[in-house]
């Protein structure tokens, strides 16, 4: 079952006000208790030592001729006395060997405990003191003797309840609750009002994204949060715009080699015109390509031109920059910008390549005879046309000035013209750009 970032965020706040308001009731009820106990403690080593005074009183005229019922009697009178007050549970007075001579109270305790107990006020280190306090293993009750010095050598025990945690809980059960209200109360307020200021927001943004994805690009979000969120919103309207751009550059790509057109490449142009950056634009075709589509077909003729495309984006990342830009005019003109540290290296890369690669699509007979044979451009006439090469032309402007992109293509295209007089795969660099230290002249592969 799918539910809301509302609910899971007040769901979250409630168990985590839950999990301190645990924490917190276990920690005051342990020190609670403890102090509960330490206080019992006190308390009963208090009422022992006025029992310890009476019984004292009572056995120092202990001997041989006065009569034990008597002495027992005063004792169960005293012990009820005591039993009274409700803070001693059981009392009792024992034997030499541990066994009751007199015992009022809560016998149950007094047999559920008595052998332990037995065993530790005979021991040779309990009969060296007068008082001692047992605390039974779940430190719910407290055993005391007291070990009186005289002829009788009878031994006192007392047995008081300490402060236990259902005690301490009791007594602290109903602010407990009500803490527990107030914070659950508190905590779906606090939610309500974080996904009032989380949620609201992301809604916006969802609802945009939905229009964005059918195609309403011009879109934009407005978000005064001052935060993340703000920020957020931001990014989600630079997004559109960006989308927009590359909507346009898929549209404007060639749709075989699927590299930009001439849109994007004036853009690119213009760009870099306009931060004044310095570069070298290599400008280039293929020869005999018509020649080569009409003998193999227009099939042969794409796998010319991606190999083409594969062949520049080859050269941009071995000898190029990640910011060099390659674009497609359309059929097998194809254009290429570069900084002019890197632009022969490019140049020459291309043309090794393309010489090596483009062999691959001709059939052995035509390579061994090194042409092909197919109709020319102004006749019906056979002619014959030499294995396909690529002429490249290049126009720089770090010491002319390139005003714009009609300037600049048409500067390429007349370069263009004169490298493609040239038999042979050939760059031809513009006799302006010779400042890049590059005359003009024929390069082959």
């Known amino acids: 079952m799918r539910t809301t970032l509302q609910t899971r965020l007040i769901?979250?706040?409630?168990?985590?006000?839950?999990?301190?308001?645990?924490?917190?009731?276990?920690?005051?009820?342990?020190?609670?208790?403890?102090?509960?106990?330490?206080?019992?403690?006190?308390?009963?080593?208090?009422?022992?030592?006025?029992?310890?005074?009476?019984?004292?009183?009572?056995?120092?005229?202990?001997?041989?001729?006065?009569?034990?019922?008597?002495?027992?009697?005063?004792?169960?009178?005293?012990?009820?006395?005591?039993?009274?007050?409700?803070?001693?549970?059981?009392i009792s007075l024992l034997d030499r060997d541990g066994y009751?001579?007199?015992?009022?109270?809560?016998?149950?305790?007094?047999?559920?405990?008595?052998?332990?107990?037995?065993?530790?006020?005979?021991?040779?280190?309990?009969?060296?003191?007068?008082?001692?306090?047992?605390?039974?293993?779940?430190?719910?009750?407290?055993n005391l003797f007291i070990n009186f010095e005289n002829p009788s050598g009878y031994i006192l025990k007392l047995t008081f309840s300490l402060a236990d945690t259902q005690k301490a809980l009791s007594a602290v059960y109903i602010p407990v609750m009500i803490t527990v209200l107030i914070v659950i109360a508190g905590s779906i307020i606090l939610g309500l009002l974080l996904s009032w200021a989380l949620i609201s927001p992301i809604k916006i943004l969802n609802v945009a994204t939905k229009d964005v994805a059918n195609g309403n690009l011009d879109l934009k979000v407005h978000i005064n949060t001052k935060d993340e969120l703000e920020e957020l919103s931001d990014t989600f309207n630079f997004m559109t715009v960006e989308l927009k751009k590359m909507k346009a550059r898929a549209e404007n790509a060639n749709p075989l080699t699927k590299l930009p057109g001439n849109i994007v490449i004036h853009d690119e142009v213009d760009k870099r015109l306009a931060k004044g950056e310095k570069f070298v634009l290599l400008y280039c075709d293929l020869d005999h390509f018509k020649a080569f589509n009409d003998k193999y077909g227009v099939h042969k003729g794409d796998e010319a031109i991606m190999l083409t495309a594969d062949v520049f984006k080859e050269a941009i990342v071995k000898e190029g920059r990640s910011d060099d830009f390659i674009g497609h005019e359309g059929g097998d003109d194809f254009l290429l910008l570069t900084v002019p540290e890197r632009f022969e290296r490019i140049a020459n890369h291309i043309i090794k390549e393309f010489d090596k690669k483009i062999r691959d699509l001709y059939s052995e007979e035509d390579l061994k005879r090194g042409y092909i044979e197919a109709k020319g451009r102004e006749s019906d006439s056979i002619l014959k046309f030499p294995i396909m090469t690529i002429s490249m032309a290049g126009v720089g402007n770090v010491k002319m000035d390139i005003n714009s992109y009609a300037q600049l293509t048409n500067i390429?295209?007349?370069?263009?013209?004169?490298?493609?007089?040239?038999?042979?795969?050939?760059?031809l660099m513009d006799r302006r750009g010779r400042d890049m230290g590059h005359d003009a002249r024929n390069s082959r592969a």
Do not use: C
Request: cysteine-free; aromatic content about 10%; charged content about 30%.
């Open 11 to 90: 769901s979250l706040l409630v168990l985590f006000s839950l999990f301190l308001i645990s924490a917190f009731t276990t920690i005051q009820l342990n020190n609670q208790i403890q102090r509960a106990r330490e206080s019992d403690i006190y308390q009963a080593r208090q009422e022992a030592l006025v029992l310890h005074d009476k019984l004292k009183a009572l056995f120092s005229n202990y001997d041989e001729k006065t009569s034990k019922s008597a002495v027992i009697d005063e004792v169960k009178n005293i012990f009820r006395s005591v039993l009274e007050g409700k803070a001693v549970e059981t």
């Open 100 to 142: 009751p001579v007199v015992l009022e109270g809560n016998l149950q305790l007094f047999f559920e405990d008595s052998k332990d107990f037995i065993r530790e006020v005979t021991s040779a280190d309990a009969k060296s003191r007068w008082v001692k306090p047992f605390v039974d293993k779940n430190h719910k009750l407290m």
């Open 412 to 427: 390429a295209a007349d370069v263009k013209k004169a490298a493609k007089k040239i038999a042979g795969s050939k760059f």
